[in-house]
């Protein structure tokens, strides 16, 4: 991802748009923008999140690069159709936020989901042996039941990812921990509940939000430019939002990728 402009902005806004699921590719571009709002000075940065969530570790570095630059760079959050989820832990990493009153958010919580096709196998006469150097290498996987231990194992492990998210939420909200946990059960809500709830600040639009952030940095909302830092997209790739914005063809194809990509991980996801 390259911008070639280096002058200072610090008379403008920046724009990042984190859309669709959560995973490296997002990750890797959203900080390589995050770097560039840094070098070039902006006094803000508007983060629009339109996102079910995706993966733990991708959405968790997003969250800390942003944490980072609020040192230096007023954020705002504004949330879209769907900000869930991861949505809402990278969400935690701005000052403020702002949602539409039917904003889809909340999801939080951690999922870990595993394919067992043993009965399936056993009928087609298929069956696998495995050397392994350890009694959980092969854990989850899709031709045979996991034992007590390795659910014991793995409960664990979504604990402790749930605890980390429990805790982000709070501290970003400044909200107590046991507070959180009593709507932090996976289920979601709209931008108005998550209001109430203390997730967001404000219910407004995107413009609402652009607005509030050029105020907090002390520039005239009517003539202030909102620079959106995104990388060039190729030609495959205009195709396919084309196809998103007709018919939902692009989303399909860009999420099965990301359950190919991702399989097996723990993920923060929304699932309606």
Known sequence: MIWPFKASKKKQIAKIEITGAIGSDTRKQVLKALETVEERKYPGLLLRIDSPGGTVGDSQ???????????????IASFGNISASGGVYIGMGAEH??????????SIGVILRGNNLERLLDKI???F???KSGPYKDILSFDRQ????EENI???????SYDQFVTTVAEGRQLPVEKVKTFADGRIFTGQQALELGIVDRLGTEEEARIWLTEL???DPDKTKCDTMEEPKSLVNRFLSRGQAS????AAINWLQFEIATSGQPLWLYRP
């Open 247 to 250: 018919s939902g063809v692009g």
């Open 129 to 131: 042996k495995v050397i």
């Open 125 to 127: 006469g298929v069956s």
């Open 154 to 160: 793995l409960q664990a492990l979504i604990d402790t």
């Open 146 to 149: 996991l034992t007590i231990e």
């Open 217 to 219: 940095v002390g520039l």
């Open 97 to 106: 936020i702002v949602a539409n009153p039917g904003t889809i958010t909340g």
């Open 61 to 75: 570095e997003i969250y800390y690069a942003l944490k980072k630059l609020q040192k230096k760079v007023k954020i």
